[in-house]
């Protein structure tokens, strides 16, 4: 076998994918300074070099570092890393450390539904930018006793001031982007209840404490959250208790800094003693309601009990003898079957074969960028709020639909399409297994980078922006109404293989997700790759609003100058916007977990 074949799942194909890049914010890539850390950490071990150490790493990690990357002995030698395995239990997320909360709970007995919580609320610690107690969470999971999948929408409502006329008495032609009247009502501490109460086995004491103690101890801030720290410090500084919370010092916590929230664990040990009472009807509910008067929003009392997560049925096709599971509306899940299906049914008639193509091929790319504009077309045409506007997803999500929409795709030359909103995101993914085999694929966020920028006096955590995706089109499907749940753009996903669980997957970041989970499908499902590859391999990132397509670097060398000729417009990047991606595949053969987490992010999949 070729020395880059890659083993991990069969029918691999022996032509590699490119290798994703990874960045930070504005394109510059921060440098290693692994060697510079350990020598100033031993130098702060000596009397009176503390100061004089925290100065000089400040210096050297400007030191460019630019060598030429390392080659694997094994599989597709681009893999950043092997996948981890665990036969007893698995957590993959976007921070070690919260990986490692949701592990330790495995470890004292608690299942993948005590592990998704304690892991969750360890990310709104660490990763408060993306996600946390402000924002709203979904589910998708296998209950093993049950032998089914379950789902769980726990989205938050809009206020019950929150009409077009509200904004457009003020002159606004779209909802703002963030402050108060970005808000909704959240839903994520609803959303863990729903979890916890249904199947649980230990109490908010138990799931929330470790996240507690860290929020009080603090955490060593890394260069990806030191660069959207220092991106939005603008957005933080505009209100006194997110400045007082978030900007320490009057300004961000530097790289390796240490960051506390004692108001954020104050929240957190309300819940474990009052459950979600505390948050929708005691001192935090009170607090969310006394700052939105304070700020001229909306929110009363009263809009809490609009807020109740609801057990679903998730939307499914098939592909490729698999069967793929994503939420229902108010998500963009439809998207990611639509496009499948496309790629699936318009393949053979447009001649092109992913499988026989390859991740080398233009007419790849070419195939799987022409499906998603189509997917997400129909996402502003049709997707709202189910209990406001009827969305045909079992149209969408049908074979014979897709093969209707064939003649929207040349398979020689770009489309053209109508300009849309991108939406964005920072959004955290996180998924879950024990060794009784349940398998937890959980997604919450804020909306963008550190929400509304409105913190909660006394509680330490942000409300989230995710009415800025509301509109303010009366014909949209999307147009905000009092208690309505906004479109959302965060998705879990998973899959089954004759019945059995056999992935759980998300892709992180704004409308990236339902073309990454594309992306990532195809990469396994289609070439083979094992979940960590599927990861590693360069993706790209198109936009509905100037139908311009971002290829990361190799990619582009690879294929971008021969899709610029059929018309795509098309430019290099790096892995800034192509999201951040975390799986565990449940072996068809040894029931192994095989846990991967993207290079791209800070993530770990830890298993034991």
Known sequence: MPAHTNTGMPGFRSRPPMRGSCARGGGVMRPSVMFSALLLACTALLPGHGHAASVTQAKQAAVPFNPLRGDRGYGWTGQTRSEVLGTHGMVATSQPLAADVGLDILKRGGNAFDAAIATAAAINVVEPESAGIGGDLFMIAWVAKEHRLVALDSAGRAPSGATPGRFSARGLKTVPYTGIDSAVVPGTVAGWDAIRARYGTMSFKDTLEPAARLAEDGFGVSERVEAEWEEYASLLAKDHDTAATYLPHGRPPGLYGVFRNPDLARAFRLLENGGADAFYKGPIADAIVKKSQALGGTITPADFGTVRPQWV????????GYDIYEMPPSTQGVAV???????????PKLGINPRGEGPRSPLFWHLLIEAKKVAYADLRQYVGDPDFVAVPTAKLTGKAYARSQCHRIDPRHAAAITADRDPVGGTVYLTTADREGNVVSLIFSVYDEFGSGITVPGYGFLLNNRGAQFSLDEKSPNVIAPGKRPFYTIIPGFVLKGGRPFLSLGVMYGDQQAQGQLQVLENMLDLGANPQAASDAARFSHSQQNNHVVLESELYQAVGPALQAMGHDVSTGNGLGMGGYQAIMIDPHSGV????????????????
């Open 593 to 608: 977990y095989r846990g991967a987490s993207d290079h791209r992010k800070d993530g770990a999949a830890v298993g034991y």
């Open 313 to 320: 049925r998730p939307l499914t096709t098939s592909y490729r």
């Open 337 to 347: 079957l639509e496009a499948l299906n496309i790629v699936e049914q318009c393949g």
